[in-house]
Nanobody, 122 residues
Framework: QVQLVESGGGLVQAGGSLRLSCAAS??????MGWFRQAPGQEREFVAA??????YYADSVKGRFTISRDNAKNMLYLQMNSLKPEDTAVYYC???????????????????WGQGTQVTVSS
């Protein structure tokens, strides 16, 4: 069975850092990504990785870094210079069908984690 489990969320002051992890099991994945959803808001794209290529939302570019360890089946999101507007539940997503398509679209991904809360205080 396929499972994605996020961890690393928590409370941090503005300007601080957090490192989110996503442990994947039960399959071989192609593209993987991070999305987030703030209360009352739609889920939005944050970052994705396809082989050696990475993609970021404009709002996090330069502050967040996505990485992947295929040997360990782990996905990471290093978040630096955090802002209060980064507060949201962060979700890990994985596509096991194809290393193609728009990585920014939710419908591309086949599996999702349960999410981890990130709260940034001002």
């Amino acid at each position: 069975q396929v499972q994605l489990v996020e961890s690393g969320g928590g409370l941090v002051q503005a300007g601080g850092s957090l490192r989110l992890s996503c442990a994947a099991s039960g399959g071989t994945f192609y593209d993987m990504g991070w999305f987030r959803q703030a209360p009352g808001q739609e889920r939005e794209f944050v970052a994705a990785i396809r082989s050696s290529s990475t993609y970021y939302a404009d709002s996090v570019k330069g502050r967040f870094t996505i990485s992947r360890d295929n040997a360990k089946n782990m996905l990471y999101l290093q978040m630096n210079s955090l802002k209060p507007e980064d507060t949201a539940v962060y979700y890990c997503a994985a596509d096991y069908n194809s290393p193609s398509g728009s990585v920014t679209r939710q419908y591309k991904y086949d599996y999702w984690g349960q999410g981890t809360q990130v709260t940034v205080s001002s």
